[in-house]
């Protein structure tokens, strides 16, 4: 953004000017992701709990996804702004779930096992973001607007498996109880 993105007039409000610079836009969209992930942590989950658990995963990383995408591209303050707000709720989405499929998956016996392989997962996003900075020069923003939707494709499919082992597993421990009551097993969504 510090190369791309040209300097713009973001507000200008009788006769006060706030101009945007790419790294100054930038700072920008980290403040509104911070405040928009509290601010909406809730709203977003009593509006969407009856969205069953798996959807609301993959559209959360479907948006999550598509607001970066077009971020690689955008060029306008204020479409970014937009597409900042499109990916928080992405990412507001789905964590809650990705964190309750990781409670459901992870044996007890092996919990802190699981959990420092789990922290390792900023290192490698750290990773893969210099890895970015460096393609960017390479590819373009449309090119990284692909390579973002190849890597959300990736965590669509390598997520599958874990989400249809976490519903098996919630659908056993359900069938039990179920059978001690005489009522029919149901899983959950």
Same mark, same amino acid.
């Given at each position: 953004?510090?190369?791309?993105?040209?300097?713009?007039?973001?507000?200008?409000?009788?006769?006060?000017?706030?101009?945007? +610079?790419?790294?100054?836009?930038?700072?920008?969209?980290?403040?509104?992701?911070?405040?928009?992930?509290?601010? $909406?942590?809730? %709203?977003?989950?009593?509006?969407? !709990?009856?969205?069953?658990?798996? !959807?609301?995963?993959? %559209?959360? %990383?479907?948006?999550?996804?598509?607001?970066?995408?077009?971020?690689?591209?955008?060029?306008?303050?204020?479409?970014?702004?937009?597409?900042?707000?499109? #990916?928080?709720?992405?990412?507001?989405?789905?964590? &809650?779930?990705?964190?309750?499929?990781?409670? +459901?998956? %992870? +044996?007890?016996?092996?919990?802190?096992?699981?959990?420092? $392989?789990?922290?390792?997962?900023?290192?490698?996003?750290?990773?893969?973001?210099? $890895?970015?900075?460096?393609?960017?020069?390479?590819?373009?923003? #449309?090119?990284?607007?692909? $390579?973002?939707?190849?890597?959300?494709?990736?965590?669509?499919?390598?997520? !599958?498996?874990?989400?249809?082992?976490?519903?098996?597993?919630?659908?056993?421990?359900?069938?039990? +109880?179920?059978?001690?009551?005489?009522?029919?097993?149901?899983?959950? &969504?």
């Amino acid at each position: 953004m510090a190369e791309e993105f040209r300097p713009q007039v973001l507000l200008d409000v009788a006769g006060w000017h706030l101009d945007v +610079d790419g790294v100054r836009m930038l700072g920008i969209l980290r403040v509104l992701n911070t405040v928009l992930v509290v601010l $909406l942590a809730l %709203i977003v989950h009593k509006a969407l !709990r009856r969205v069953p658990d798996t !959807r609301r995963m993959y %559209i959360g %990383i479907v948006l999550f996804v598509a607001g970066f995408m077009g971020l690689a591209v955008a060029a306008d303050a204020w479409l970014l702004l937009a597409l900042g707000v499109v #990916y928080t709720i992405g990412e507001v989405m789905n964590v &809650p779930m990705r964190q309750a499929l990781m409670a +459901d998956l %992870i +044996d007890p016996s092996a919990r802190a096992t699981y959990m420092a $392989l789990f922290g390792l997962r900023t290192r490698g996003a750290m990773l893969i973001a210099s $890895l970015c900075v460096v393609g960017g020069a390479f590819l373009g923003p #449309y090119g990284m607007a692909m $390579l973002y939707a190849g890597l959300g494709g990736a965590a669509v499919l390598l997520l !599958r498996e874990p989400v249809r082992a976490a519903e098996a597993r919630r659908a056993a421990a359900v069938a039990p +109880d179920a059978n001690r009551t005489g009522e029919k097993a149901a899983p959950r &969504p």
